[in-house]
């Protein structure tokens, strides 16, 4: 039977074209809430790192009710690095709303979210978003959208996709983009129109696939997915068949639905809905609950493979244990494997070494965020250099390469040529926008990218837009050139003093300022040459009965260059490490001993 009361959506787009703005919209207008409740912008980006970068991350649910239609939606991340946040939830639904920008048209990360549902078989409607833009073009935003559902070989009835024009921020909609009308009753009408009721079978045997987990304090693990067939009360006896392996008994003792941002506790659900329940602690992402009496296993997800490679350490520097609750291996491997439960995109290994463990993701951001949730829990660890993962095929050595748009103004446009071919980068496409801009798309190796957003930026003053997309395993490329100044490394411990400093930063660019606890080997900045260099930042002037002319004139230190987690990242080398605390992020050698660095460094260089 088709559930006529009940539609599932999933929302998809490329990062920042106002894919949560319009569900804010949506549950504002399906008054969700009250009318004199304070409602904050972004009301789905609930984590705190998501509303400080202003990007979503996590894939969330919530519903609304139109005309007696509940409409199940999940708002997902546009970000290609979240991708596998996207692959997963797709199973939940039936129909996608495609966001394209109206400016900007379909971007990289449009490209990959629309092959993955044209591939699940969805219908798309899409949805031309901030039409209110001054530099709004409506269609040329369509003319490009119709041709990438081309290009990815959508069929017929896929390629007749219906338009509806948006502005999320406004919360207006319509199907002329000059004729809006002041509220989102046409898209929620296009929603019943072409998004098919889920077909189920009601009476059949329960079976749900477990799409995402989350941990309450007070009701424990927490599993959601759409139930595919029969029904599911509260209290029942069910089969959890985790992936690849034998059922065994469980009892569910929570059922809940969505409504707005409140999942409400019911008695029982039926097939078609998208739901959490309770009691299963011990289920995972990709794993079935099914009937007890014929349980039969559903396909479990599947994602695309990781491509960038960090490791994740016990801190072992001087300053090790001082701020961190949290700093042993047992505690960092449980809290690693544990993210994996709720991340399919992940994968964490053990090394050789017991205190180190290798945590594969898609990009450097994805790995970043990790690091950042972590420190903000107490974790205190170490970290390396992002590495890309090479594969074997047919003998011969493959490595990740990307699919990359820059933009930049024309005064810029040489020093992204000279950027992108020391890093290996061909150029496939240039052009020059309207507004006198210049779009390059390259296609380079997964490894010239790895620190090579911050140089971007440097090189056009911060007006530089990168953008790209997982294009595949190719040869490997050969050397790549990334980083090409040296590292300002302390020569000892103690505190850094502004006579140090200032004879320091006229080798480079500092890192840190007056009155900061360093230790030997800790990098304090950038060498204005490719060699590392040991400075003695914590040198004194000494003090005699002799006056000079100036003498007392107040030394003068530049700014230092305050870096955030993701600078330290893109900054590291082969040979550092970085050091991730609750309260600081601190970047050091491998080695700390001065004399035994130089020692490996000749040793290196003569082998």
Not at 34 to 40: D, I, K, L, M
Not at 365 to 378: D, K, P, S, T, V
Request: aromatic share 6%; glycine share 8%; net charge negative.
């Amino acid at each position: 039977m088709q559930r006529t009361d009940l539609r599932n959506i999933a929302i998809i787009a490329h990062v920042d074209h106002g894919k949560t703005t319009l569900v804010d919209a949506m549950l504002k207008q399906s008054r969700i809430f009250r009318e004199n409740q304070q409602v904050a912008e972004r009301v789905m980006d609930s984590n705190a790192i998501e509303r400080e970068r202003g990007i979503t991350i996590m894939a969330k649910n919530t519903a609304v009710e139109y005309n007696g239609v509940r409409i199940n939606i999940v708002d997902t991340p546009g970000h290609a690095d979240f991708g596998g946040e996207v692959e997963r939830v797709l199973n939940m639904v039936d129909g996608v709303l495609l966001l394209v920008d109206a400016v900007e048209g379909p971007m990289p990360q449009t490209k990959f979210v629309l092959r993955k549902a044209l591939e699940q078989g969805h219908r798309a409607i899409v949805v031309v978003n901030k039409v209110d833009r001054p530099s709004a073009r409506p269609n040329y935003a369509v003319n490009e959208t119709f041709d990438l559902f081309i290009d990815l070989g959508a069929t017929e009835e896929q390629a007749e996709f219906p338009i509806v024009y948006a502005s999320g921020m406004a919360g207006t909609a319509g199907h002329d983009p000059h004729a809006m009308q002041d509220s989102l009753i046409p898209l929620f009408e296009t929603i019943l129109q072409y998004v098919p009721a889920p077909d189920v079978d009601v009476n059949g045997p329960p079976q749900l696939l477990v799409t995402a987990t989350m941990y309450d304090d007070y009701k424990g693990k927490i599993i959601i997915g759409r139930l595919n067939s029969g029904t599911i009360r509260k209290g029942q006896a069910v089969a959890h068949i985790p992936a690849g392996k034998d059922p065994k008994s469980a009892k569910v003792v929570q059922v809940f639905t969505h409504y707005g941002m409140d999942r409400v506790e019911v008695e029982e659900i039926t097939a078609g809905d998208i739901v959490a329940m309770t009691g299963i602690n011990d289920a995972g992402i990709g794993d079935t609950i099914a009937d007890k009496d014929n349980p039969v296993a559903l396909p479990p997800i599947k994602v695309e493979e990781p491509t960038v490679q960090m490791t994740f350490g016990v801190n072992t520097s001087p300053f090790s244990g001082r701020e961190g609750k949290l700093v042993t291996s047992r505690k960092i491997r449980e809290r690693l494997y544990g993210e994996t439960e709720r991340d399919v995109a992940l994968k964490v290994e053990d090394t050789d070494n017991a205190d180190t463990f290798r945590v594969s993701g898609r990009g450097e951001l994805h790995l970043a965020i990790l690091i950042e949730n972590m420190r903000r829990e107490g974790y205190e660890f170490q970290v390396s250099k992002a590495e890309v993962i090479y594969k074997e095929i047919d003998g011969a050595r493959h490595e990740p390469y990307e699919l990359v748009e820059i933009e930049v103004d024309s005064d810029y446009q040489g020093s992204v040529v000279e950027l992108m071919g020391l890093r290996r980068g061909t150029m496939r496409d240039m052009s020059v926008s309207d507004s006198g801009s210049v779009q390059f798309v390259y296609h380079v190796p997964t490894r010239g990218l790895l620190g090579f957003r911050q140089q971007l930026l440097t090189a056009t003053r911060g007006t530089g837009i990168m953008n790209s997309l997982f294009a595949g395993y190719q040869p490997y490329a050969g050397d790549v050139q990334t980083r090409q100044f040296g590292s300002l490394i302390a020569w000892e411990q103690g505190v850094t003093s502004s006579y140090g400093l200032s004879s320091a930063q006229e080798r480079g660019q500092l890192f840190v300022g007056s009155g900061v606890d360093v230790y030997e080997g800790m990098i304090i900045g950038q060498h204005i040459r490719d060699e590392d260099l040991e400075v003695n930042a914590c040198k004194k002037k000494q003090l005699t009965n002799m006056r000079s002319s100036g003498a007392d004139d107040a030394l003068r230190l530049d700014v230092p260059r305050n870096m955030s987690l993701d600078d330290c990242i893109e900054y590291l080398a082969d040979d550092e490490l970085l050091e991730v605390t609750p309260l600081h992020f601190r970047l050091r050698k491998r080695i700390l001993n001065t004399d035994e660095r130089r020692r490996d460094r000749k040793w290196a260089k003569n082998r």
